[in-house]
């Protein structure tokens, strides 16, 4: 769902409870998701990052800052995000990890194969 | 509230201890993704009441949420409306579950339990449990990481047949002394997310 009030280069969708915004900050597109990333949310966001990275912007930062909760499902959605940037030379780098959230990623033994930062700056300079 | 097709006369085996009285809690859901957050949040909170840790509850929850999604995608094709069984059983030591007369006789509603049990059964397709197992985590690719997270996360983990149809996943996961000294029952807080 389109939000016409966000400016060109920006924009906002919905589902449901969960909600991904994007905008241009400084050459790096920047994906905003808010809300718990499950099964139910993580087809739409797989959706949005793809459509986002279709345009192959240079620097994907996907700030999870407003994301609580994640399971192996949004884990999964994160790791082909990250393998179809590399194919296309795509810097992608996550940022603002909630401590629950960098926990499965340590479970799951990829906190070290993807690019984490604590925030978007230090994402724009990484 | 509907029982699952092969326990609804008598209570359900199961290959960690046996289970001779009914849970405590039942939840049947529908495999709909969109119950999870709900599922999640029962869980987690009831695991506070009972004693556990802030970390220990989110744990649960996340192992609640990881088993459910694999009977949705795996068990039942992603088929949304199918049944799922969520039981719960607190445990006084590990194997015995906490009756009324054993809650009655240790103090009634103060008694923290050791342990909890988790049951999970659904009515999809029988698969050999030893088939279920943790794929190669070097191997980076999407999907796959359920079952990890799931042993990971929980103390015991055994998946079976069910008697007739359907699978069973029972997990436990024990509290630790320290989880006493974080318990604060009048600060309650939802484990589904935030």
């Known amino acids: 769902m389109a939000d016409s009030s ?6 906002s969708s919905q589902e449901g409870a969960f909600a991904v ?23 739409f966001l797989r959706q949005e990052l793809k459509r ?11 700030d999870l800052a407003g994301v609580p909760y994640m399971d192996s499902s949004g ?3 994160l790791v082909e995000a990250m393998q179809f940037a590399r194919k296309n030379s795509t810097k992608l780098v996550l940022c603002g990890m909630q401590d629950k959230v960098r926990s499965i990623f340590e479970i799951a033994r990829l906190e070290t194969v993807f690019t984490i930062v604590p925030d978007v700056d230090a994402a724009m300079s990484v | 509230m509907a029982q699952p097709a092969s326990s609804s006369s008598s209570p359900p085996k199961s290959a960690v201890g046996d289970i001779g009285e009914p849970p405590q ?12 957050s709900g599922a999640r949040e029962l869980v987690g909170a009831v695991a506070k009441r009972l004693g556990f840790a802030d970390e220990a509850c989110g744990k649960i929850a996340l192992a609640v949420d990881e088993a459910l999604c694999n009977v949705i995608r795996h068990g039942y094709g992603r088929e949304t409306n199918r ?18 007369a054993a809650s009655k006789a240790r103090g009634g509603g103060d008694t923290l339990p050791s342990a909890l049990r988790i049951v999970i059964e659904d009515e999809a397709r029988q698969v050999d449990p030893a ?17 990890h997270i799931i042993k990971a996360v929980m103390d015991e983990v055994v998946y079976e047949r ?17 989880a006493d000294d974080h318990m604060d029952r009048s600060n309650c807080k939802e484990y589904g997310g935030g």
């Open chain 1, 6 to 11: 966000i400016r060109p280069g920006q924009f």
């Open chain 1, 21 to 43: 915004r994007a905008e241009q900050r400084g050459g790096a597109t920047v994906v905003l998701p808010t809300g718990e990333i499950d099964l139910n949310a993580s087809p």
């Open chain 1, 52 to 62: 986002i990275q279709t345009s192959r912007p240079q620097r994907l930062i996907v």
């Open chain 1, 75 to 77: 884990v999964a959605t």
């Open chain 2, 25 to 36: 809690i039942r939840l049947q859901l529908m495999s709909n993704p969109q119950y999870l």
């Open chain 2, 83 to 100: 049944p799922i069984w969520v039981s719960i059983w607190p445990l006084i030591e590990p194997g015995e579950q906490v009756s009324a």
């Open chain 2, 131 to 147: 088939v279920i197992r943790s794929r190669d985590l070097e191997e980076i690719r999407p999907g796959g990481l359920g079952v």
């Open chain 2, 162 to 178: 069910r008697e007739k149809v359907g699978m069973r996943l029972t997990m436990i996961k024990r509290r630790t002394p320290e």
